[in-house]
């Protein structure tokens, strides 16, 4: 469903995307791996059209990423930030039924019904009346997840979606992640969580320097990798001392 | 003190013509300030240099002089390049542009404030560009905007009385005329400094309320 081949992207002389070349199933769950500096939140920002890229094509759903298709495919692909990046001027039932209400013209009713339905889901109904800066950060990674959600996307996007947690909220947020990819929900997560990866994805993708250098089943990478830099890295995330 | 309540009543009638004239200067110059202080902000953030440049030129020349100077320059030079304005409009183009720089750094530092990454976040919702500036750029800026914009407003309204020099009849040129006809020095510029804070102290309030309105919970 999503497609991304031959992706090449500069920043000035610094060559971030070199060829990528990937593509995502319907209800496939994908885990983007690699170093900081490789190159995968790019390729994941390129899909949703927040980085232009120079070279090579990205499709969704057989619609292919241009000028005139990006509102298009935005409504197909939502996404999910390391920051969360909550509207701090709008309370959680109104970050999550913006987009909804004011990008899809639902009606103001309905969207809130359907948003507080998405709140229980991730466990936060009783704090649709809160603002962001009341939340802890695991609380508005949630509440951004249910705001994707609420878009009815048929992808979701997730960049390192726990990076910028305090390591005991990091769990109630992959919990969502998994209970996601349960329901069938196609999804590419970067992310340094090599056991969410292992247990979650589908699919692992190692990305260095700009290239996609090892992909296969999700245990076979993370635990047999073939190539020596893979092997590397994870050595690195899992004994980091 | 029934000397100074007898003489209040006669004078008031005049010195509230000259607020009036207060009011309608610094509601029109402010109204300009904002204009062309927009104008400067949004130029100070073109693409082009040359653009960029000329809104920091125009800044930085128009804060460097005073503005008493701007409103005889405006009012004794202007004409001889055939550019005639009466003393009311000269007073609001002069005050309108020396306040406009003000305006310009403040809408700067609060468009400056709103996070890039809730505009990538918007873009992402699909939300157009239009929709983002009204429903996100706007009113986080505006938080950081409003607080300063108050104080300016103040600030505008007691400067409206440079404007006495180039023979504005407003509050301070009425109390003048008033004091010098009468030499009650004491009882006319006790009401005049009186009527300023009438106007100023429901500013300063009404500025609290918006800050506190519109502060982030």
Redesign the interface.
């Known amino acids: 469903m999503i497609e991304l081949s031959c992706l090449h992207k500069a920043f000035g002389q610094h060559k971030v995307l070199r060829g990528v070349t990937f593509s995502v199933a319907r209800a496939e769950v994908v885990c983007l791996i690699g170093p900081s500096g490789s190159g995968k939140s790019t390729a994941l920002r390129c899909i ?3 980085e232009r890229f120079d070279r090579g094509a990205i499709t969704v759903d057989g619609v292919a990423l241009g000028d005139r298709t990006l ?1 298009e495919i ?2 197909k692909v ?2 999910v ?1 390391q ?1 969360f ?1 909550l ?3 709008r309370n959680v039932l109104e970050n999550v039924i ?2 909804p209400v ?3 013209r639902v009606p103001r009713a309905e969207a809130r019904e359907r948003a507080l339905g998405l709140l229980e889901k991730v466990g936060l109904r009783d704090r649709a009346n809160a ?1 962001p ?2 939340l802890s950060g695991g609380q508005q990674q949630r509440v951004a997840i249910a ?1 994707a959600l609420a ?1 009815q996307p048929q992808a979701i996007l997730f960049d390192e979606p726990t990076s910028a947690l305090d390591p005991e909220l990091v769990g109630d947020v992959l919990r969502v992640i998994r209970a996601l990819a349960d329901e069938g929900m196609t999804m590419v997560v970067v992310t340094h969580e090599m056991a969410f990866a292992r247990e979650v994805a589908d699919r692992v993708l190692f990305m260095d320097g700009g290239v996609i250098l090892e992909s296969g089943p999700a245990r076979e990478v993370l635990t047999r990798p073939q190539m020596e830099r893979t092997r590397n890295f994870l050595e690195r995330v899992i004994h980091p001392l | 003190m029934t000397d100074f309540l007898a003489d209040a009543r006669d004078f008031l009638p005049i010195l509230l013509s000259g607020l009036w004239v207060t009011i309608a200067i610094t509601l029109c110059a402010l109204l300009l300030s904002v204009i062309l202080g927009l104008v400067w902000a949004l130029a100070g953030t073109s693409r082009f240099a040359l653009v960029r440049g000329t809104s920091r030129v125009i800044i930085n020349t128009v804060r460097g002089i005073p503005i008493l100077v701007q409103l005889f320059y405006i009012y004794f030079v202007l004409p001889q390049f055939g550019i005639t304005l009466n003393a009311f409009l000269a007073g609001v183009a002069g005050l309108g542009l020396a306040y406009s720089v003000y305006q310009a750094e403040n809408f700067r530092a609060g468009f400056a404030s709103v ?1 890039r ?2 505009i ?9 560009q239009r ?1 983002i500036v009204r ?2 750029i706007l ?2 800026a505006l ?1 950081v905007i409003l607080p300063p914009f108050g104080n300016t407003s103040i600030m505008l309204l007691k400067d409206s009385s440079i404007a006495s020099t180039i023979t504005v009849a407003e509050l301070t040129r009425q109390g003048q005329l008033l004091a010098v006809s009468t030499f009650k020095n004491m009882t006319v510029y006790t009401l005049v400094a009186l009527l300023y804070l009438a106007m100023s102290l429901p500013l300063s309030l009404l500025t609290r309320r918006l800050e506190r309105r519109f502060a ?2």
């Open positions: 949703n059209g927040l509102t935005r409504g939502a996404m930030f920051r990046n509207f701090p001027h913006e987009g004011y990008v899809q603002y800066s009341m705001r878009m | 996070d990454s809730l990538e976040t918007a873009q992402s919702l699909g939300m157009s929709m429903r996100l009113p986080l938080r982030l919970r």
